[in-house]
């Protein structure tokens, strides 16, 4: 194994240490100027792998503690700042990292949501029992418990052309009937003038459709959005989607999927939704797969509850521990690409990942009281580039995903009280791999040497470097995550079949594995961004321990 370079050597030379660099032909390890490296990536431009959908950088809000209220909504006459109820703050953000696609409601709470409670006159609204009142405490406010359906369709609308986001709504499937499914689309999308329910969205200041085009059918309909068998569901499916009224768009429907690597739920699926015939296909455009990283137990148990660990309380085990729970999402997705291959053999289904992301037990909340909020340190930054590499790296297979949550919950961008604010480390990684958006994702092949560690007196590896590249025209973006909790890594990076004049590199760690912002010190945490030069023979880093890296390189 080469030697790493330590924690301390690293904040010495400074962050990025760009050598030489060239990149024309693929060049054996030992290349002149790459000597002393310990690692590599080969770029390989003439191997594209498929469009990266923009979409997979989407993100989740459901009415689910400070979520919705407070977090992304503060009414129209609060002393926060804010665009027609809509917190300003967020919008911008949201616009800086190119913000995609948002799903809403929920979530556990789509299927027992009434979307016509949240439409009409706001003061007309009912007020109801939230879905998760169960599981508040005596912190929470009144408004986690009870919904007032103060926000619903249209401020979710307003809050998509804000931040230029497109919406995908999950409906009900398991308290509704069919024809609310139905009705729901009506309202959304029938022309100015067309329907009643146009005329009802017209009245609350929209007369032209929202032309909403992505839409789940249910959400975790093994579990809270119905406890059904895939077979069970599939027939619900079926029925649900047999006939909806077309206008503007076509409707893009997302089935409910498995959990993390329940294939039996994929095939179960399929096989009873082709019982009608092949072009049953046809009515699916994606299958929803969600898979969060919660048990850091290290095998002790598979408790929901026991085998949480702590956001903010973590040594270098369960730093490694959440890793490895986050980098199963890649077999993940190729098991339920292989399963889905059985009955779609074309592949004209993709996966639709609208819900990922670590959950920890309860105690890190930003504001005592919201439900789920957990606040992200630089453990989260790393998982969730990792897991965004991983998406970048199957743009065949993934057409969307979810992270869960935006704001003031899980592993959230932005965490957000009154007039307090603060971009977490997810939220910069989301910045640094917006420019990976539409780019065309490229083989890349990351050679370094295994992160070892002892793990409860047993030897335990890890990968040492991975990372994605994609190019957009002449600009090449390449992410990098190191994963080792003390050691740099010299890397030397040929990019096979171009050559690279000019270059920066953005990089986010610090000598703190905890390191986090909060609404006193937002700013503890922020990626930097150094300048390349361009010259010689190959281009070397240096990626710090505990580290996202983005190198954007320009292409002569
Ligand atoms: O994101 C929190 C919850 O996790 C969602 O409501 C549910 O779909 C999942 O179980």
């Given amino acids: 194994m080469n030697r790493g370079i330590r924690r301390r050597e690293f904040l010495r030379h400074g962050a990025l240490a760009a050598g030489a660099m060239a990149c024309g032909a693929y060049l054996p390890h030992a290349a002149v100027g790459a000597a002393s490296a310990d690692s590599r990536i080969d770029v390989l431009l003439d191997e594209p792998l498929g469009t990266i959908s923009p979409n997979i950088y989407g993100h989740f809000t459901e009415h689910l503690g400070g979520v919705i209220y407070d977090g992304l909504w503060v009414g129209e006459n609060s002393p926060v700042a804010n665009l027609q109820g809509v917190r300003k703050r967020l919008v911008e953000e949201m616009r800086k990292i190119k913000a995609p696609v948002v799903r809403y409601p929920g979530g556990c709470f789509a299927d027992s949501y009434d979307w016509r409670d949240g439409v009409g006159p706001a003061d007309k609204r009912p007020r109801r029992t939230n879905f998760w009142n169960d599981a508040d405490t005596k912190a929470a406010p009144e408004n986690h418990k009870y919904e007032s359906n ?4 249209n401020e979710f609308m307003r809050f998509c052309r804000l931040t230029g986001a497109q919406p995908y709504l999950a409906a009900n499937l398991r308290s509704l009937p069919a024809e609310e499914f139905c009705h729901w689309v009506e309202y959304c999308n029938s ?3 067309s329907t009643s329910l146009a005329e009802i969205r017209a009245a609350a200041g929209s007369p032209e459709p929202f032309n909403v085009r992505f839409w789940g059918v249910g959400n975790e309909s093994w579990g809270c959005g119905g406890n059904f068998t895939p077979q069970e569901y599939a027939v619900e499916f079926r029925r649900f989607t047999t006939w909806l009224p077309h206008y503007g768009p076509e ?12 294939t039996s739920w994929t095939r179960g699926f399929f096989e009873e939704l082709l019982r009608k015939g092949a072009d049953q296909l046809r009515s699916v455009y994606g299958l929803s797969l969600h898979h969060y990283a919660w048990n850091l137990s290290r095998g002790r148990t598979t408790d929901w509850d026991k085998g949480k660990g702590s956001a903010l309380e973590f040594d270098p085990v369960d730093w490694y521990e959440l890793l490895r729970e986050g980098q199963r999402v890649e077999a993940i997705v190729e098991g339920h690409w292989r399963a889905m291959g059985e009955y779609d053999e074309q592949h004209r289904i993709k996966l639709i990942v609208d819900e990922w992301g670590p959950w920890y037990r309860p105690g890190s909340e930003a504001t005592p009281g919201n439900l789920l909020e957990q606040i992200p340190t630089l453990r989260d930054a790393v998982f969730s580039a990792m897991t965004l590499d991983v998406f970048n790296r199957h743009p065949e297979k993934v057409a969307m995903a979810n992270c869960a949550q935006l704001i003031n919950c899980l592993n959230s961008l932005y965490l957000a009280h009154e007039d307090k604010f603060c971009v977490t480390p997810v939220g910069h990684v989301f910045a640094m791999y917006a420019a990976h958006q539409s780019g065309q994702s490229l083989r890349t092949v990351f050679s370094a040497p295994q992160v070892h560690y002892d793990r409860d007196a047993k030897p335990a590896s890890f990968w040492g470097l991975q990372g994605s590249a994609s190019r957009d025209g002449k600009e090449l973006q390449l992410t990098v995550v190191n994963p080792h909790v003390s050691e740099a890594r010299e890397c030397s990076i040929a990019v096979r079949g171009g050559r690279v004049v000019s270059g920066s590199a953005t990089t986010l760690t610090s000598s703190d594995i905890h390191a986090h912002n909060t609404f006193a010190e937002p700013a503890a ?3 930097q961004t150094k300048k390349l030069e361009a010259s010689g023979a190959e281009l070397t880093v240096v990626l710090p321990a ?6 954007t390189l320009v292409l002569g």
């Fill in 251 to 262: 409707l893009s429907l997302v089935a409910s999927g498995p959990y993390s690597e329940e």
């Fill in 546 to 551: 505990a580290s996202v890296s983005k190198l």
């Fill in 191 to 193: 022309p100015a003038g």
């Fill in 150 to 153: 103060r926000f619903g369709t």
């Fill in 525 to 527: 945490l922020e990626p």
